[in-house]
């Protein structure tokens, strides 16, 4: 669960820190979030913490930090600044956090799930800030002749009388950074090509340039070259540099800031005032060793690597996009027996809307008239089309097949299940894994150790290097700082979270955060739900059996009492009757009992229908009229509710519910997996076993209630098992909230899948078995980035400062290092972009 405080007391980033630190210290607090300009704390926890416990940890009541609810400082809601979250009411006393759309966030969640409301850099890592995807975009129509004919809604050109047709969408923001860095990258080659060519003539017998200029000129030049460089190309690496020594938060622009700095200004000291240097610095001619060419080509390159990974960026956010590109821009609206078309954000609740063949479905809702068979590809990752009646839901971004129907819209904007999915992906993209914590401490210390090795390299090599000593004391201490990558680190596990998040939705698996994907490679058991999980979940009535009074009569009386209950049976049972054409009766003083049945009155009599524990809660205790007949339906798999009227028993109705026929083939890949998997089940011991027989379980739990079935799970917990559990229903609510991971099929409730952290929005196993082989799969490539990032800084810093030279005669130019640098964090996203082509 997440939460978000009110605090106050916070005025600097020391203070950030603290608060930050202290409550991250309380038991169950997994995650803290916290910003000074907001006054705002954001706490995930695993279990609900009383704010006087939050309070403690800040020091007390006369602490100078106060923590409390967002809803007691009003104040704080209107407040606008830099870092915004959009809450939504939880419930009295929680806060779930939406992030509302279009802001801006760091790649590597330096601050968890801190946004912006404007582009810029990171402050603690310098990277550039990504920008968050607009859920519901405003369209714009245009005239195909007339481009100058721009409206908001469709209809027709003023000047031509043709359809306007939606506008492309401008580039992305991505797309704005990655051509700006282009302009800067043509400026950078422009001038850093003729500085390198200047300096490595001198490897020219004769130098030919020397000719045209002596070298002192051509120094002049070398300087005027490298200004535009160093002061419009690639300034912002400074500038952030100097955030990140201002603000101490230490990053890789803190080290090429450093380094090509002072490599920068050592040359234009040299230039200018040679004499003040030691012989060991100056060339046989009398001048001083200048670096331009260093900072020059050093800066270009990292620019280039920037370029490559704003490249690389857009391309892990592809699956957002990809399905962005789904929502529809239009509708037919139909009103008073006319057909308009609309845009999509002109459409309500309510409106009967026209689908035509071929067209995206605009909204979610119901069909009221016709039929067709539905692509829901794009959402359930399933490719075969399904066929639609009246009466049944649809998706907004699916696409329609050859024929036309009339729809109702229920839910539109922000609340379709295509809007849900992109909010969902997108939040779990920006979360963190607990992976990440181990590399942030050591990206803690990461640059403070680099500077330190650097200042060690040059001390080393001036007093035990080759003449010139100064000079490869400085070649090599630069090389140190340029070819460090904290960020290679940083971005390891965000970019595979991104894009295992984004290929998992592709494949109708949604995952709510990144922690899932790292628990779910773990799991040693799954605990499942029978009805609506294993089986289809549209369960049907077979039959009814009355041993007293008229069949229809009480066909009818069940089935008014279950006209106020959810429960698929419940459905089963009024269209069962309904189908009948039996007389409906009015209903008093109705009560569902979760796990168990319904009770009610209908003209002052009692009626109950629910499994044998209901009626012995009723005290009814005489089943012989109909035991050996329930029994012998139960071992066929099917569901009996027993029926009693005035605490009688005087019948039964069965209901039959087929096994979904991918559940076997999922069931046998996780045994092979090695997870064992549990049925627990609301059903009586005579149904379960003879599913559990067909589906080769041989662990099941039979007649479980809600609180059963959590106390089994927590039972399993205690046993050291990391357990998943996946159901449909409200029942399964608490047992899903109470696992390790909560798994929830998309058939179900909304109340199952608000407690799960794993959707699957076809609802069957074989979800189950892709979402267990895409965590494999990201938390593979998680290690083999964080490996390479290793190992190339462990292999990379050492060979910089020279190890190799006493054997093997090798030093790293500081332009080789800042190529390897560069190329070291797009290796890492380039990796994470392999996830997009398995197959889960």
């Known amino acids: 669960m997440k939460h978000i405080y009110h605090i106050k007391g916070m005025t600097c980033s020391g203070c950030e820190a603290k608060v930050k630190a202290d409550l991250f210290k309380v038991e169950y607090v997994t995650n803290v979030v916290v910003s000074k300009e907001d006054k705002l704390g954001t706490i995930t926890m695993s279990k609900h913490v009383e704010l006087s416990v939050f309070q403690k940890a800040l020091g007390g009541k006369d602490s100078k930090y106060q923590i409390s609810l967002p809803n007691a400082n009003p104040k704080v809601e209107e407040k606008s600044?830099?870092?915004?979250?959009?809450?939504?009411?939880?419930?009295?006393?929680?806060?779930?956090?939406?992030?509302?759309?279009?802001?801006?966030?760091?790649?590597?969640?330096?601050?968890?799930?801190?946004?912006?409301?404007?582009?810029?850099?990171?402050?603690?890592?310098?990277?550039?800030?990504?920008?968050?995807?607009?859920?519901?975009?405003?369209?714009?129509?245009?005239?195909?002749?007339?481009?100058?004919?721009?409206?908001?809604?469709?209809?027709?050109?003023?000047?031509?009388?043709?359809?306007?047709?939606?506008?492309?969408?401008?580039?992305?923001?991505e797309d704005k950074t990655y051509q700006k860095l282009w302009y800067k990258m043509k400026i950078a080659m422009l001038f850093s090509i003729p500085v390198f060519i200047i300096t490595m003539s001198d490897m020219i017998p004769n130098n030919p340039l020397y000719k045209l200029m002596d070298l002192e000129k051509w120094n002049w030049v070398q300087f005027f070259l490298t200004i535009p460089i160093v002061f419009y190309a690639c300034w912002m690496f400074f500038e952030r540099a100097w955030k990140s020594i201002v603000n101490w938060n230490l990053n890789m622009f803190t080290l090429i800031g450093i380094g090509t700095g002072v490599a920068f200004v050592f040359s234009i000291v040299a230039m200018l005032f040679p004499s003040v240097f030691p012989s060991e610095f100056k060339t046989e001619s009398g001048t001083v060793h200048l670096y331009f060419e260093a900072t020059a080509v050093?800066?270009?390159?990292?620019?280039?690597?920037?370029?490559?990974?704003?490249?690389?960026?857009?391309?892990t956010s592809g699956a957002i996009k990809e399905l962005l590109k789904l929502?529809?821009?239009?509708?037919?609206?139909?009103?008073?027996?006319?057909?308009?078309?609309?845009?999509?954000?002109?459409?309500?609740?309510?409106?009967?809307?026209?689908?035509?063949?071929?067209?995206?479905?605009?909204?979610?809702?119901?069909?009221?008239?016709?039929?067709?068979?539905?692509?829901?590809?794009?959402?359930?990752?399933?490719?075969?089309?399904?066929?639609?009646?009246?009466?049944?839901?649809?998706?907004s971004g699916t696409i329609n097949g050859t024929k036309s129907f009339l729809m109702l819209a229920e839910k539109v904007g922000s609340e379709t299940l295509l809007s849900q999915i992109v909010q969902m992906v997108s939040d779990a993209s920006r979360s963190r894994a607990p992976i990440q914590n181990l590399v942030d401490k050591i990206s803690k210390y990461f640059v403070p150790i680099v500077v330190l090795i650097s200042v060690v390299t040059f001390i080393v090599w001036w007093q035990f290097g080759p003449d010139p000593k100064l000079v490869y004391a400085f070649v090599n201490a630069i090389a140190v700082l340029i070819i460090a990558c904290p960020c290679a680190l940083g971005l390891a596990t965000p970019m595979s979270v991104m894009v295992g998040v984004g290929k998992g939705a592709q494949s109708g698996v949604l995952i709510k955060n990144a922690e899932v994907l790292e628990k779910m490679d773990k799991i040693d058991v799954l605990i499942t739900d029978k009805t609506g999980t294993l089986t289809e979940g549209k369960p049907s009535v077979e039959k009814i059996i009355v041993k007293e009074g008229d069949e229809k009569e009480v066909l009818g009386k069940i089935a008014s009492l279950n006209q106020n209950s959810e429960h698929p049976l419940a459905t089963a049972v009024v269209t069962f009757a309904k189908s009948k054409e039996v007389s409906f009766f009015k209903v008093e003083n109705f009560d569902s009992v979760t796990g168990k049945g319904v009770i009610g009155f209908i003209e002052n009599v009692k009626i109950s229908l629910g499994n044998k524990k209901l009626l012995e809660q009723e005290g009814i205790q005489d089943f012989s009229i109909i035991e050996q007949e329930v029994i012998a339906e139960q071992k066929q798999g099917k569901t009996v509710s027993?029926?009693?009227?005035?605490?009688?028993?005087?019948?039964?109705?069965?209901?039959?519910?087929?096994?979904?026929?991918?559940?076997l083939d999922a069931i046998n890949e996780l045994k092979r997996q090695g997870v064992q998997v549990i049925m627990l089940t609301g059903d009586n011991e005579n149904t379960a076993k003879s599913v559990a027989s067909t589906l080769g379980l041989t662990d099941f739990k039979a007649s479980c209630l809600p609180q059963d079935k959590l106390e089994y799970i927590k039972t399993l917990q205690v046993q050291g098992k990391i357990v998943a559990?996946?159901?449909?229903?409200?029942?399964?609510?608490?047992?899903?909230?109470?696992?390790?991971?909560?798994?929830?099929?998309?058939?179900?409730?909304?109340?199952?899948?608000?407690?799960?952290?794993?959707?699957?929005?076809?609802?069957?196993?074989q979800g189950i078995v892709k979402a267990k082989n895409l965590s494999h799969a990201v938390m593979k490539n998680i290690k083999q980035n964080l490996f390479f990032a290793f190992i190339y800084n462990t292999i990379g810093i050492p060979v910089a400062a020279g190890v190799l030279f006493p054997v093997f005669g090798i030093l790293l130019s500081p332009m080789i290092a800042a190529l390897a640098m560069s190329f070291s964090s797009v290796s890492v996203i380039a990796n994470a972009l392999r996830l997009r082509t398995i197959k889960i």
């Open 298 to 315: 050093v800066l270009t390159l990292v620019l280039l690597g920037q370029l490559l990974e704003a490249k690389a960026h857009s391309r």
């Open 642 to 663: 027993y029926i009693a009227i005035d605490k009688k028993v005087i019948g039964y109705i069965t209901i039959t519910d087929a096994i979904k026929k991918s559940s």
């Open 327 to 395: 929502a529809p821009t239009e509708a037919t609206l139909v009103k008073d027996g006319e057909e308009t078309v609309v845009s999509i954000h002109d459409i309500q609740k309510g409106d009967i809307i026209r689908v035509k063949p071929g067209e995206k479905i605009p909204v979610d809702g119901i069909i009221v008239e016709g039929s067709s068979t539905i692509d829901e590809s794009m959402i359930s990752g399933e490719p075969i089309p399904v066929d639609k009646k009246k009466d049944d839901e649809v998706s």
């Open 81 to 173: 600044s830099c870092c915004s979250t959009e809450n939504k009411s939880h419930n009295s006393n929680h806060q779930k956090q939406n992030h509302p759309a279009g802001k801006y966030y760091c790649p590597m969640h330096c601050e968890g799930d801190k946004v912006y409301d404007k582009a810029g850099d990171c402050p603690v890592c310098g990277m550039d800030l990504v920008k968050e995807p607009t859920l519901v975009q405003n369209t714009q129509f245009t005239c195909p002749m007339h481009p100058e004919i721009i409206r908001d809604t469709p209809g027709s050109c003023p000047k031509c009388g043709m359809d306007l047709v939606p506008m492309e969408p401008t580039d992305s923001e």
């Open 725 to 765: 559990m996946a159901g449909d229903g409200i029942n399964d609510a608490p047992a899903l909230a109470q696992s390790d991971i909560g798994i929830a099929m998309g058939t179900g409730t909304d109340v199952a899948i608000e407690s799960a952290k794993i959707t699957l929005v076809k609802g069957d196993l």
